[in-house]
């Protein structure tokens, strides 16, 4: 737990002290409920969704918003790089402030806000995803009942083998950067196999889910020439944006620009 500073106050006795300072917050996690009697409830246009395109969350978050159906009921701002006459950093900072009164902390996204009230709902991701699909879309669309175990499964292995390796390769100790890519590489193999012998197009069958989202995302990150040697995967990544226009991320409407 973090430090408290309890501070005393010369007005009072010796006794009392004031309350702890409660810390400022990184992380906001409320979420969008079904309840129109209060709180984050779903209603059309009332949610922004901040994302960058540089950031491979806001791209799960992006795709998964257009395969949901929703680009016209949640509005997506893309943040530019960073400059002080940008006007998309200007309102998330303002939608961070008015969250928590004096902020100074990071600007992260994909961050979540409420339109009405001009504060962030969230910037979990796993959490904006679930209320995507379960609170303003349809979530059998992408998570089919029949499949939400394997789905799951599948996004764990996702992570585990392939996101995490690869930033190890890249980023890691010199010594674990061997270890990290051969991981890596190893995963890479099997799912290509899997591509070249499975039962359909998509990695759980004939049905686009959840979890061909995480793997393109994870796949489109990975270092130029990584994935050249995998002959299905790069059909894979390649096939998936003629296919569905979610996966073209970010759209030219969707580019924002700087201004004053």
């Known amino acids: 737990m ?3 500073t ?3 106050d010369p007005g ?8 702890p ?6 992380r906001f996690r409320s979420r969008i409920g079904a309840d129109a009697a209060g709180g984050f409830y779903p209603a059309p246009c009332r949610y922004e969704l901040f994302l960058s395109a540089r950031c491979p969350q806001s791209r799960r978050v992006a795709v998964t918003l257009d395969l949901l159906g929703l680009r016209d009921t949640v509005v997506t701002t893309v943040v530019p790089p960073a400059s002080p006459d940008a006007a998309a950093p200007a309102a998330l900072r303002a939608a961070y402030e008015a969250t928590w009164h004096g ?24 959490d904006i995803l679930r209320d995507l699909a379960g609170r303003l879309g349809d979530a059998a669309r992408l998570c089919p009942l029949d499949l939400v ?39 890479l193999g099997l799912l290509d196999r899997r591509l070249a012998c499975g039962p359909g197009p998509y990695v759980l069958g004939e049905r686009l889910t959840a979890a061909d989202v995480d793997l393109w995302v994870a796949l489109t990150d990975l270092t130029d020439g ?16 003629r296919q569905y226009a979610a ?14």
């Open 21 to 26: 300072r409660t810390p400022r917050p990184d």
């Open 103 to 126: 902020y100074d902390g990071p600007l992260t996204v994909p961050a979540l806000c409420d339109r009405w009230t001009g504060r962030v709902v969230s910037n979990h991701t796993p």
């Open 247 to 260: 996966f073209r991320f970010p759209r030219p409407e969707e580019r924002t620009t700087q201004g004053g």
């Open 149 to 187: 175990t394997e789905i799951g499964a599948f996004q764990d292995l996702v992570e585990q083998d392939i996101v995490r390796p690869a930033e190890e390769a890249a980023t890691g100790a010199p010594a674990d950067r061997a270890q990290a890519l051969e991981q890596l590489l190893t995963a």
């Open 12 to 19: 009072f006795p010796a006794s009392c002290t004031a309350l």
């Open 226 to 241: 990584v994935l050249s040697p995998y002959r299905h995967l790069t059909a894979y990544v390649r096939r998936l944006p």
């Open 2 to 4: 973090p430090e408290t």
């Open 6 to 8: 309890i501070s005393r």
